[in-house]
């Protein structure tokens, strides 16, 4: 039976498949996101031997067949990019590098062309820039890889045949919405062409064991572009974080198989590419001001590893008829919830007061344990009293007033003490868990509940 011809309308940012057009997707809401596209169907074989015949079954082994070696993994040659991989790249994984426009997506994986051993090739394919702007770049950031070779491209065709005779040892395909198959109708960057050459690139990457990289875009809210499918077909997703005004960058893994998803890594934009930073606390704290009412040190655990981090509070009187509410690098939502605590439990009304929360250097804090740092910058500059420059906060704050223990406090204290500074106020839970000992001159104020914060300002 010939193959028939299908009209689809697809939404671009959901993949949902109906056959009119419409305005707004029923399945995410989106408007204007329903591409048309041409479908070919080809009717499978009617009955059961034809279709056992059509259909041989696949090879089948037991789980102690399967041979199990140690792990072995590629060195990228940037710390902070193998501390989020989990150690490195595994051969024939997936890896989906994502973010805004301008962020340092393409700079990165540059670098790590740089960087890698002298004795793997790299094969990058470019689909939105010409070999000579590739070049250029280069040159800029310092890449002298004999062994770097360049391919523009956006015929998925030509990129599968390229990778078959050069046998590269990684693969970089920068974008994957600009990468298309001739023998979809549709343009490339839609639902179809993305799943479509997002599988045949993995098979590939697969069946190799090539390490292969692929750089995607993001849509206007933020979000990763393209079917959600493409985030399941990949063994990792990298997000990069970060304002474009601000030098610092967060690589963030939301998904990896074969590593933690809690780990970051970050990053200084500098003239000659991105710089790992080893000590983001540091950098973080750099520039901060003394005796500045409104600002408390935090310490929050990001994967393994502590982070000291600046929380900045600023009430002011409000000259609207709502006072307005912003937290950058906060959840809104518990910015209300610790500002209805305070005037509830301690008799601080933010109610006539506008309220700005900042994370200095543009981290974004997920963990409640920065509760305490908040409430204490909050109350500082509502009394404009300036906390000690040697203080560091951390504890979560429940409804009822109280501050509830956090976990891995020995690591917070360990990083606290190593950056000089000489005061903690934490959970009284956890002060029993720590030993004074190894913190010789380290002053540990365990408190129970908010109204216990009413000491620390008279």
Not at 340 to 345: I, M, P, S
């Amino acid at each position: 039976m010939a193959p028939k011809m299908k009209k689809l309308y697809v939404c671009s940012n959901c993949g949902y498949e109906t056959g009119k057009w419409l305005g707004k997707c029923p399945d995410c809401g989106s408007w204007n996101t329903l591409t048309e596209e041409i479908r070919v169907d080809t009717p499978a074989p009617k009955g059961s031997p034809a279709l056992l015949a059509a259909h041989p079954p696949a090879e089948v082994t037991t789980l102690d067949e399967v041979e199990s070696g140690e792990e072995i993994r590629y060195p990228t040659g940037i710390s902070e990019l193998d501390r989020v991989l989990g150690g490195g790249m595994v051969p024939g994984a997936v890896m989906l590098v994502s973010g805004d426009p301008g962020i340092g997506k393409s700079t990165l994986l540059l670098q790590v062309c740089r960087s890698l051993e002298a004795s793997l090739r790299v094969l990058y394919v470019t689909g939105e820039e010409s070999t000579r702007q590739i070049k250029l770049r280069a040159l800029r950031l310092g890449v002298e890889n004999p062994l770097l070779m360049l391919c523009a491209c956006n015929d998925v065709g030509q990129i599968l045949a390229t990778i078959d005779r050069e046998h590269p040892d990684l693969v970089i395909v920068d974008s994957i919405q600009t990468i298309s198959a001739a023998e979809i109708s549709s343009s490339a960057g839609s639902v179809s062409q993305v799943r479509e050459c997002t599988q045949r690139l993995t098979h590939l990457a697969k069946e190799r064991e090539i390490p292969l990289f692929l750089v995607g875009h993001v849509n206007k809210d933020g979000a990763i572009a393209g079917p959600k499918v493409l985030e399941h077909m990949v063994d990792t997703v990298l997000y990069f974080e970060g304002e474009r005004n601000l030098s610092y960058r967060i690589l963030r893994a939301i998904k990896n198989r074969f590593g933690s998803t809690n780990e970051i890594g970050v990053f200084e934009m500098l003239d000659t590419g991105l710089s790992a930073v080893d000590n983001p606390s540091m950098a973080l704290l750099a520039g901060r001001l003394e005796h500045a009412a409104g600002s408390c040190v935090t310490a929050v655990m990001e994967g393994s590893r502590p982070i000291l981090a600046e929380i900045q509070a600023l009430a002011s009187k409000t000259t609207y008829p709502m006072p307005k509410r912003s937290a950058n690098g906060l959840d809104f939502n518990r910015i209300g919830m610790l500002l209805a605590v305070l005037e509830k439990k301690c008799g601080y009304f933010f109610g006539t007061l506008d309220v700005y929360l900042n994370v200095a250097g543009g981290l974004r804090i997920d963990e409640p344990s920065a509760d305490l740092a908040v409430i204490l910058a909050l109350i500082s500059n509502l009394t404009d009293r300036p906390l000690e420059d040697s203080m560091v906060a951390f504890g979560e704050v429940g409804l009822a007033g109280e501050i509830r223990a956090v976990n891995r406090a020995g690591q917070r204290i360990g990083e606290i003490y190593r950056l000089g500074f000489r005061q903690v106020i934490l959970p009284a839970h956890n002060v029993e868990a720590v030993s004074l000992s190894a913190y010789p001159g380290l002053q540990l104020v365990g408190i129970r509940s908010v109204r216990d914060l009413r000491r620390l300002f008279g």
